[in-house]
């Protein structure tokens, strides 16, 4: 079975089936795009700001479950950013936010669909 992941437009989570992964399986984990990574391995958003409440809730779910569903950035007119879907669920360390949301990506768990 492949593994899926299920968001809503304006929430910064995404629920994630994947029953041959039941570290990741069931959980609401936080999204994160794949215009930020830098080198496969480092992510670097400067976009996410201290006093932003869903930003701060998302460096929460990052540092205590260490997983992220990364998202495609897709380009709509009118529109900066727009999910085009989502790629994988990502294990993550070393979570940092100050002038921007950063850590690395430790490994790739499952693909989605």
Known sequence: MT???KGNQG???AEV???RHPEVDGKSLPCIWDYWVQGGTKYVDPGYAAGNSKAQKVVEALRGDGFAVMRKRGK???KAWRSAGYIAVFEVANVE???ALTFDIVRRVCELR
């Open 11 to 13: 929430n910064w989570f």
């Open 3 to 5: 593994a899926k992941a």
């Open 76 to 78: 709509d007119e009118g």
């Open 97 to 99: 936010f100050d002038e």
């Open 17 to 19: 089936e994947a029953p």
